[in-house]
């Protein structure tokens, strides 16, 4: 889904291409976005639902952006970025809780809710993942500083002042949340629980084209 079109980008697939792919989906986020408080919503593509579908979209617009100019991504996809934060920030998303220090936590505990989603006989997730998890946190922060790019291109000044209240909070949370005493990142973090576990979900945090972390701290995660 979107996790694969910076690489058709990189590919050679042509604007027209990658925006039929980009309306292909962002055609079903808004569908979500309209139905998801419906009772017996049924999404044509499986997983819309995911916690990260609609950061990794922000992400592929971001790399539309690189590619083919801000312009072009301000005049097809701003609005549309906007409006799946406005989507975040309302609470209407069933899979995702933007808490009081601008993270968003999920409960994986009884479904899986990230790319780790083996589920065992019970229906169960077999490496259940909750709470506040690095990578959708860094996606998420990416696509904040992405979307207030887009914000001042489109000259929306309610959505830029929003955003510059709830990034630094988000950005001084993720290193709060995350950064542990040995320099790594914490995989997720569930009230008092912490999974010290090292897996590559925290290289997004040292990756994307926005990171809370300064260069030192990413050095460290490396």
């Known amino acids: 889904m979107a996790i694969s079109i910076p690489g058709?980008?990189?590919?050679?697939?042509?604007?027209?291409?990658?925006?039929?792919?980009?309306?292909?989906?962002?055609?079903?986020?808004?569908?979500?976005?309209?139905e998801s408080a419906e009772k017996g919503y049924?999404?044509?593509i499986t997983g819309i639902e995911q916690p990260d579908v609609v950061l990794w979209y922000a992400k592929?617009?971001?790399?539309?952006?690189?590619?083919?100019?801000?312009?072009?991504?301000k005049k097809k996809y701003a609005d549309k970025l906007i409006r799946i934060v406005d989507f975040i920030k309302s609470?209407?998303?069933?899979?995702i809780e933007l808490t009081y220090n601008g993270l968003l936590y999920i409960?994986?505990?009884?479904?899986?809710?990230?790319?780790?989603?083996?589920?065992?006989v019970?229906?169960?997730?077999?490496?259940?993942?909750?709470?506040?998890?690095?990578?959708?946190n860094a996606l998420w922060y990416n696509a904040l500083k992405?979307?207030?790019?887009?914000?001042?291109?489109?000259?929306?000044?309610?959505v830029k002042n929003s955003l510059q209240r709830l990034i630094p909070l988000a950005g001084k949370a993720f290193t709060e949340v995350f950064l542990n005493e040995h320099g790594y990142l914490y995989d997720y973090v569930d009230g008092d629980y912490v999974d010290w576990s090292v897996r590559p979900n925290m290289i997004f945090a040292v990756a994307l084209d926005h990171s809370p972390l300064d260069s030192k701290q990413k050095k460290k995660v490396l």
């Open 8 to 34: 058709l980008i990189s590919a050679g697939s042509t604007q027209k291409e990658i925006d039929i792919y980009l309306d292909t989906i962002g055609h079903e986020i808004e569908k979500m976005m309209s």
């Open 42 to 44: 049924d999404p044509n």
């Open 60 to 73: 592929a617009i971001q790399d539309y952006a690189a590619t083919f100019g801000k312009n072009a991504a």
């Open 91 to 95: 609470g209407k998303h069933t899979n």
């Open 107 to 120: 409960h994986g505990w009884e479904k899986p809710m990230t790319w780790m989603n083996s589920v065992g």
């Open 122 to 136: 019970d229906g169960k997730p077999i490496t259940p993942r909750s709470g506040w998890t690095v990578e959708i």
């Open 146 to 158: 992405f979307i207030e790019e887009m914000a001042v291109l489109t000259n929306n000044g309610d």
